[in-house]
């Protein structure tokens, strides 16, 4: 089976059998700004037949604190237990959508790419299935829950708050900010309002961004057509000859840059998983706003 990272509607129309197609639709809650959207509301009402939904803040995340971040990793036996309660066992090609063009359903790519496990992403997503003509079902299936060994996240593949300030220091690594320019950059934190996550509106705790680190938005590496650009446009995009670390708001975008890079054929990656949730919430780490 010619598997990943990405792969088209049409593959997925032929391979439907084949594979457990997992929706990951989820929704930024800002304090104060709420859209009342639930992914797992979303789920029900229209989904790709035969799809099981597991969800970024309990399935695909620790629980969120000033200290951890927004979205910690998952600990592996928890991780572990999601897949099996959806009846994804160990070696289980797994294909993974959202509505957003991919920017929650990477996160489940990684966290299984990085584990050895056959995943990939629906490219173009939802909009692209029902583009090509896909029906939605309403019917959520049941899945027969199995039991999955616990499997190690490795430790080349994600770096600490600590491990990212020794990668800038030494030169070790490119570091890559998958947040959109405003975000980035101190003007578009003025104009969120300012303030913490749970006062002013702000999705970020403060202005700016990690030092020495490059702002690749996720959203550049989609065409018009909300699908990935080619290979050689994205390695155009992240031209570098160093390992790459990637950290956006609280480490699931970021995620769509490494999986970007993994089209473009580059997979000497890592995921600074708390983010600047994390980073720019500890006062005592530097920050850059230029």
């Known amino acids: 089976m010619n598997f990943g990272p990405l792969v088209s509607v049409d593959w997925l129309h032929a391979h439907l059998d084949e594979v457990t197609v997992v929706d990951v639709r ?148 490119t570091v890559y900010d998958a947040r959109t320019a405003d975000r980035y950059s101190p003007a578009g934190y003025a104009r969120a309002g300012g303030g913490t996550p749970t006062a002013g509106g702000a999705v970020d705790p403060r202005p700016g961004h990690v030092p020495g680190a490059l702002n690749r938005p996720w959203q550049d590496n989609l065409g018009a057509d909300g699908r990935f650009l080619p290979p050689e446009q994205l390695r155009a995009l992240y031209d570098t000859d160093r390992p790459v670390i990637a950290y956006c708001g609280s480490g699931v975008t970021a995620c769509h840059d490494l999986l970007a890079l993994a089209v473009a054929g580059f997979d000497d990656t890592a995921l600074y998983p708390g983010s600047w949730s994390q980073w720019g919430a500890d006062l005592s780490r530097p920050t850059e706003t230029a």
């Open 26 to 173: 989820w929704y930024l809650q800002v304090p104060g700004a709420e859209d009342g959207r639930s992914g797992l509301a979303e789920y029900e009402a229209g989904h790709i037949p035969g799809a099981v939904h597991l969800d970024i803040d309990t399935d695909l995340a620790a629980p969120a604190s000033r200290s951890a971040g927004r979205h910690p990793l998952p600990t592996e036996a928890a991780f572990a237990a999601a897949l099996g309660r959806m009846g994804i066992a160990q070696g289980r090609p797994v294909v993974a959508y959202d509505d957003s063009g991919g920017a929650q359903a990477a996160r489940l790519w990684y966290l299984l790419h990085v584990i050895g496990e056959p995943v990939a992403v629906l490219d173009g997503g939802l909009a692209a299935w029902v583009a090509a003509g896909g029906g939605l079902s309403t019917e959520v299936p049941v899945p027969y829950p199995v039991r999955r060994s616990v499997r190690e996240w490795p430790t080349t593949r994600f770096v600490d708050a600590n491990g990212l300030a020794r990668a800038i220091a030494g030169g070790t690594a």
